[in-house]
Antibody, heavy 122, light 106 residues
């Protein structure tokens, strides 16, 4: 069974940093784009970042200068390093597996983890 | 940024009825449109991709269609377990999600 399991969420002060981890299993991790989508409580989904198999990275404008996405295919792990956090980053962060939807940068998300909660507050 | 506008905000229907959910894109995304179902306390689940292709294991009462920048998710015969929030996502130009439509079963 394919699974994604996030960890690393928690309470952090404004201006602080946090690193999220996503462990994949049940599929060939290194053969798929992987990413992060977040959701503020009671609100809609928001794309955060994606890392393709070739190493291309994509970010939401709101996090581009502050977040870094990386992966260790040997361990089937995806990371999200989040710096300079603010209250606006408070959300559940979901790890997603990208499925290629066509030539170019076209991915939709066919597997989601259960999410990890990030709370930015003093 | 491409904006996706979903309507209605909430749909309240009885079991067996037909649900029609709309997702309008602010500009063309081709057929690069997916639909997700999210139940309370759960992660989203992929229903439809490529505007009209059902994902693996999705019941055939769920169908998607497109006309220009207007996309529709139809649930032909509602069942109690279809109570959820449904969100669309475009992946034609970066990635954005709509605000969601809540489907309530009376």
């Amino acid at each position: 069974e394919m699974q994604l399991l996030e960890s690393g969420g928690g309470l952090v002060q404004p201006g602080g940093s946090l690193r999220l981890t996503c462990a994949g299993s049940g599929f060939t991790f290194g053969s798929h784009a992987m990413g992060w989508v977040r959701q503020v409580a009671g609100k809609g989904l928001e794309f955060v970042s994606l890392l393709s198999v070739s190493g291309s990275t994509y970010f939401a404008d709101s996090v581009r200068a502050r977040f870094i996405i990386s992966r260790d295919n040997s361990k089937s792990i995806l990371y999200l390093q989040m710096d300079s956090l603010s209250a606006e980053d408070t959300a559940i962060y979901y790890c997603v597996k990208g499925r290629y939807g066509g030539s170019g940068a076209h991915w939709f998300f066919d597997l989601w983890g259960r999410g990890t909660l990030v709370t930015v507050s003093s | 940024e491409i904006v996706l506008t979903q309507s209605p905000g909430t749909l309240s229907l009885s079991p067996g009825e037909r649900a029609t959910l709309s997702c309008r894109a602010s500009e063309s995304v081709g057929s690069y449109l997916a639909w997700y179902q999210q139940k309370p306390g759960q992660a989203p689940r992929l229903l439809i991709y490529g505007a009209s292709t059902r994902a693996t294991g999705i019941a055939d009462r769920f169908s998607g269609s497109a006309s220009g920048t207007e996309f529709t998710l139809t649930i032909s015969r509602l069942e109690p377990e279809d109570s959820a929030v449904y969100s669309c996502q475009q992946y034609g130009n970066s990635f954005t999600f709509g605000g969601g439509t809540k489907v309530e079963i009376k």
